[in-house]
């Protein structure tokens, strides 16, 4: 596409670079020290260049806070942001990437990590494109976020004022850059601490409190009215799931089996883009533990205790479609070639919290497939497109 001049192969070559640097979520220090040295090679001055601070406000450790890079503009016109995640699942650590035809995949048992160095090679191309063929622009933000995969802390602990107070965000992650993700599902984690009483359980197994009996029973109720899973009460709808049941050091809840389990940690989700009906999911396992608690009791009458708590991990939204980002979002991919499919997603994204903070985003893919396993690959025509796309979008005259 003439208008659109992206360099294809240089693109590619960046997008293997990225692969290649281990930066699984929380431990982003060296993936960023790559972008930044990226950056460099192409041009871009370090006073554009600076880290924010998010680290230290994140309540799990953080090797290093946002990266972000901010252009003046080189024509009038409203600041523009995009935005990546530098970190990838843990199953990409080691991932060693090469090119097998139109694919990118890793060598060995390992995932790839195109969530997000797609994202990533993706925006770097589009920093180089324009500085090499000196196209004009508006003011551009770049935001490369710490912490998506972990619960989208980063984009969470950012701040609007670092940015240049954009009017509109464009985030790169997932599969087609030909879906636009107009809208995302919202979501609460919970934890719920079950504190039974030991006893010997072949002496005395009457004057013990089973925690792991509380929680069997807690789940089978949450199971049995609806409450698990794919859950549509009415015309509400949304999920929930059930992450982990251990102890607190993330071991067995129970590690022997001559003494009743005094104690049990469970960890779970629930998604809706209702936020009132994703609490109400919350509360269905809240009062199920309690409900269970009450009713395991022993030969002396005592009877469980359980100790529930919860987060909001990011709220749901969804633009309009005749909103102005989401307008010049279509009109820049007629231009790119396509007419692009509007989407709304159960998973969350950094643009969850961008929409929250005031910066209306919308989100299109980089050429990531079957994220998160070992099968990941990435599709170099999809990931092509990508690239074209933000170009597109990054010299596209905002549609009101």
């Excluded at 659109?4 to 640097?21: G, N, Q």
């Excluded at 992450?243 to 009743?260: F, P, Q, R």
Aim: glycine share 10%; hydrophobic share 40%; proline share 4%.
């Amino acid at each position: 596409m003439k208008n659109l001049p992206i360099d294809d192969e240089a693109a590619v070559t960046r997008l293997i670079r990225f692969l290649a640097v281990q930066g699984i979520t929380g431990q982003e220090q060296a993936i960023g020290k790559e972008v930044v040295q990226a950056l460099r090679e192409i041009g871009v001055d370090d006073d554009c260049i600076r880290f924010d601070e998010a680290q230290r406000k994140i309540p799990l450790p953080t090797q290093t806070g946002n990266l972000i890079v901010q252009f003046p503009g080189t024509k009038p016109g409203p600041r523009l942001l995009f935005m990546t995640h530098l970190d990838t699942v843990p199953l990409c650590a080691g991932a060693v990437p090469m090119r097998k035809g139109n694919r990118i995949v890793a060598q060995g048992k390992t995932a790839l990590g195109g969530d997000n160095r797609t994202g990533v090679a993706c925006l770097v191309t589009l920093i180089a494109t324009l500085l090499e063929k000196r196209i004009p622009h508006p003011p551009l933000t770049f935001l490369f976020t710490v912490r998506e995969e972990s619960g989208l802390w980063g984009a969470r602990f950012v701040d609007v004022a670092d940015l240049g107070d954009p009017q509109m965000c464009f985030n790169v992650d997932g599969r087609s850059p030909h879906e636009i993700t107009v809208g995302a599902t919202g979501a609460e984690r919970w934890e719920v601490e079950v504190f039974g009483r030991a006893s010997h359980a072949g002496a005395h197994p009457e004057l013990g409190v089973s925690a792991s009996v509380v929680v069997a029973m807690a789940l089978a109720d949450v199971y049995k009215n609806g409450w698990f899973g794919k859950v549509k009460k009415g015309a509400k709808e949304g999920t929930s799931n059930i992450g982990s049941v251990g102890d607190a050091n993330g071991k067995s809840c129970g590690e022997a089996t001559n003494v009743v389990t005094d104690y049990a940690l469970v960890r779970g989700e629930a998604r809706s883009h209702d936020v009132r009906f994703n609490r109400q999911i919350t509360n269905a396992y809240r009062d199920a533990f309690k409900k269970a608690a009450r009713k395991v009791v022993n030969a002396a009458g005592k009877s469980a205790k359980v100790k529930f708590s919860n987060r909001r991990d990011y709220y749901p939204f969804r633009l309009k479609d005749a909103s102005p980002v989401v307008r010049t979002a279509q009109a820049a991919a007629r231009r790119a070639g396509w007419d692009p499919a509007l989407r709304v997603t159960n998973g969350g994204l950094d643009a969850n919290w961008l929409v929250r903070h005031g910066v209306p985003a919308i989100t299109f893919g980089g050429g990531q497939n079957n994220v998160h396993t070992v099968e990941e690959y990435v599709n170099l025509d999809d990931f092509g497109d990508a690239c074209r796309y933000a170009l597109a979008l990054a010299t596209q005259e905002q549609v009101k």
